[in-house]
């Protein structure tokens, strides 16, 4: 799948209910042209889907988003890491005006985006790695792991492809790296953060609607995991036309909120039974809520608006789009990549790859 519209980190994919035991490592990194007022270039690193650091080229410093991570690392960690971006940061800048060159660019706004990672199934040992890079929403270039060499859509991608499959020894340092530091990384910091990773947090659903003769929206939010599987029932029998299903997304205290749209109309619903039911590892039985306009939350409503709570969550939005980044991202099959770590305390955990040219 191809990189959509302005999304949140959160948006890179979701992990379905029986993928528990599959923990991740991911980097993020996003280079911006054209874009007032906002960071030039922005690294955000994650485990398990929660945030872990931060790093833009304002600031210029690396930020440990989670107390635990802390104890992962020594103290000098933060500011290797914020030396190792700058250089980074001045290699995406410059790339991305190369990048713009091939496609006969000159103004309006851009991005250039590398994910590098690993995934490791902690039950059956399992892993797999990722990394890739994408431009104003596109896929530009990936790596074959297998294969040992690069995957380009574009010719404009191609011309990046034939000078990089050419370095062998680089590509043999990117599957080592995928293959073991990354997993030697992921099985780090799951051990000093499984109580947070492994938490199980309930959600709270809700149906909304702007107004009476609008959809109905089912509204799942503050769980964790990001699992979350929400569906709709007609008469008691699943429904799958005239059904949205949102993106999960994540709020500012970390955990998420979820939305799926019943497409009918009210004498539909109210000839007959629409019910929306949820289901999430917190939960000791399934959540259903059925479709009348008792139970629906709509502006007409005295305390609280539809309208407000919508606005709660545009705001929570918006705070965590500054927080961390608001990566444009797009979604390679179902599968989100990383950057370079090493396992030694006294290195690294940035990827220096992204000195090299497209």
């Known amino acids: 799948?191809?990189?959509?519209?302005?999304?949140?980190?959160?948006?890179?994919?979701?992990?379905?209910?029986?993928?528990?035991?599959?923990?991740?490592?991911?980097?993020?990194?996003?280079?911006?042209?054209?874009?007032?007022?906002?960071?030039?270039?922005?690294?955000?690193?994650?485990?398990?889907?929660?945030?872990?650091?931060?790093?833009?080229?304002?600031?210029?410093?690396?930020?440990?988003?989670?107390?635990?991570?802390?104890?992962?690392?020594?103290?000098?960690?933060?500011?290797?890491?914020?030396?190792?971006?700058?250089?980074?940061?001045?290699?995406?800048?410059?790339?991305?005006?190369?990048?713009?060159?091939?496609?006969?660019?000159?103004?309006?706004?851009?991005?250039?985006?590398?994910?590098?990672?690993?995934?490791?199934?902690?039950?059956?040992?399992?892993?797999?790695?990722?990394?890739?890079?994408?431009?104003d929403g596109e896929d530009f270039i990936s790596f074959d792991m297998k294969n040992m060499r690069w995957n380009?859509?574009?010719?404009?991608?191609?011309?990046?492809?034939?000078?990089?499959?050419?370095?062998?020894?680089?590509?043999?340092?990117?599957?080592?790296?995928?293959?073991?530091?990354?997993?030697d990384w992921v099985k780090k910091y799951v051990g000093y953060g499984r109580s947070t990773l492994e938490r199980k947090v309930p959600p709270e659903v809700s149906l909304l609607q702007k107004d009476p003769s609008s959809p109905v929206t089912c509204h799942a939010s503050g769980f964790f995991p990001s699992g979350i599987v929400m569906s709709w029932q007609k008469n008691g029998k699943d429904l799958h036309e005239d059904v949205e299903l949102g993106e999960t997304l994540p709020n500012e205290d970390g955990t998420f909120q979820k939305m799926s749209r019943l497409r009918v109309k009210p004498e539909d619903w109210k000839r007959d039974t629409y019910t929306c039911t949820v289901q999430h590892k917190g939960l000791k039985e399934d959540i259903v809520k059925k479709v009348y306009e008792e139970e629906i939350r709509t502006n007409q409503e005295k305390s609280p608006p539809v309208a407000i709570i919508i606005g709660v969550v545009v705001a929570v939005l918006l705070v965590a789009v500054i927080a961390i980044a608001g990566f444009m991202v797009w979604r390679k099959k179902g599968k989100p990549g990383f950057v370079p770590a090493n396992t030694s305390d006294d290195r690294s955990d940035c990827s220096t790859d992204s000195l090299v040219k497209a």
């Not at 034939?162 to 997993?183: F, G, H, M, P």
Request: charged share 20%; proline share 3%; with cysteine.
């Open 152 to 183: 380009a859509p574009s010719p404009q991608g191609g011309i990046t492809k034939n000078k990089w499959d050419s370095n062998r020894d680089e590509n043999e340092q990117k599957k080592s790296y995928l293959t073991q530091i990354c997993i």
């Open 1 to 135: 799948m191809k990189m959509g519209n302005l999304y949140l980190f959160g948006l890179l994919w979701t992990v379905n209910l029986a993928s528990a035991r599959t923990h991740s490592y991911h980097y993020f990194y996003t280079a911006t042209a054209g874009i007032p007022g906002f960071p030039e270039f922005v690294v955000v690193g994650m485990v398990d889907g929660e945030q872990i650091s931060y790093y833009d080229s304002i600031s210029k410093k690396v930020i440990p988003r989670q107390e635990w991570v802390k104890g992962a690392v020594d103290a000098d960690f933060w500011r290797r890491n914020a030396q190792i971006l700058l250089g980074s940061q001045q290699s995406f800048k410059a790339n991305i005006e190369i990048v713009k060159q091939r496609f006969n660019q000159t103004g309006g706004v851009h991005t250039l985006q590398q994910m590098v990672g690993c995934e490791w199934d902690s039950e059956n040992g399992t892993t797999d790695g990722f990394w890739q890079y994408g431009y």
